[in-house]
C-alpha cells in the first residue's frame, strides 16, 4: 500500500548547512498496517511524512502509494491519496468556516467536483453520523465556526476530516502532543476507533513511546534518517518502554539523546 524505497532527502545541499534528513531510507507498509514511528529530535521522522505527502521532494528515491508512484507528484495530487493529522489542532481546518463547511472540504478531497463544497442533506446527515461517533456534541453544532472550537475538537474535527473519506494512507503527525493528558488520551482513542472502522493504512509519529507501544501493529525507530530497529506482532505486544530505550543505547552508543524519545 506505501512503499518507500531509498529515499534520501538532503537540505540546503552544497551548503556549509547542509543537512542529511533522510539517508537511503526504505519502509513498505502493506494493507491495514498501522505503524508508530519513535526517534529522538532530528531523526527525520516529519520530513518523512512530508515527503509521503508531497511537500518535499527526495533527491534520490521512490514513493509508492496503492501501486501509483506519486515521488514527483505536487501535494495537491498526492491528497488524492492521504489523510493527514497535524500536531498543531490549528492546522489542517479553515478557522472561519463552519464545521460542515469543513467536512464538505474534506469529503470532496481527491474528488472530480472537488470545488463543489456546498453542504447536501444526504452530505449533511453524513456528517452529523460521523461526528456523533466523538461524543463532544459537535452534531449539535455543525454551523459553529470552527476557530470557536477548543484544541480538542478542533483536534478531533481534524481526525474525522482525515479518515472518513477513507485515504489510502492515514498521517499523522505527533497529533496528541499539543493536548492535555485527558484530551490526547480521547484522540487516542478515537484515532484507534476510526483506524479500525475504515480499515485504514496508518503511520503515526510520537515521542511517547507508551503510545508507540500500545498503538499499531508495527513500530519503527528512526535516527539520523535511518530505520535503526523495528518490531511487530508479540514482540511488540511484549515490548516495555526499557526495552526501547536499551535498543536505542546499543545503537546509539550514548545516552545523551535518550530524554528526547521519552
Known amino acids: 500500500m506505501l512503499d518507500v524505497r531509498g529515499v534520501t532527502k538532503v537540505f540546503a545541499q552544497h551548503t556549509p548547512n547542509e543537512k542529511v534528513a533522510l539517508d537511503d531510507l526504505s519502509l513498505r507498509l502493506d494493507e491495514g498496517d498501522f505503524v508508530t514511528i519513535i526517534g529522538s529530535n532530528g531523526a527525520g521522522k516529519s520530513t518523512l511524512l512530508n515527503l509521503i505527502a508531497g511537500e ?102 481534524s ?35 476510526a483506524v479500525e472502522r475504515h480499515r485504514l493504512t496508518t503511520l503515526m509519529v510520537t515521542h511517547n513511546m507508551e503510545q508507540a507501544l500500545a498503538m499499531g501493529n508495527r513500530l519503527v525507530m528512526m535516527h539520523e534518517g535511518r530505520v535503526i530497529y523495528e518490531l511487530g506482532g508479540e514482540a511488540k505486544a511484549k515490548a516495555t518502554v526499557a526495552d526501547l530505550l536499551a535498543q536505542f543505547d546499543a545503537v546509539k552508543g550514548t545516552l545523551s539523546d535518550r530524554t528526547m524519545l521519552a
Open 56 to 157: 518535499f521532494r527526495p533527491e534520490r528515491g521512490t514513493i509508492w502509494i496503492d501501486g501509483a508512484n506519486v515521488t514527483r507528484l505536487p501535494d495537491f495530487k498526492v491528497a488524492q491519496f492521504v489523510g493527514r493529522v497535524f500536531q498543531d489542532p490549528l492546522a489542517g481546518t479553515a478557522p472561519h468556516g463552519t464545521i460542515e463547511q469543513n467536512l464538505a472540504m474534506a469529503y470532496a478531497r481527491g474528488k472530480r467536483r472537488a470545488l463543489r463544497t456546498g453542504v447536501t442533506n444526504a452530505k449533511r446527515d453524513l456528517f452529523r453520523d460521523e461526528l456523533a461517533r466523538l461524543e463532544l456534541g459537535l452534531e449539535d453544532r455543525m454551523r459553529t465556526e470552527v476557530g470557536l472550537l477548543s484544541g480538542g475538537q478542533r483536534q478531533a474535527l
Open 159 to 193: 481526525l474525522v476530516m482525515a479518515t472518513f473519506s477513507q485515504p489510502k494512507i492515514l498521517l499523522l503527525d505527533e497529533h496528541t502532543a499539543a493536548l492535555d493528558p485527558q484530551r490526547a488520551a480521547l484522540i487516542g482513542r478515537l484515532t484507534e476507533d
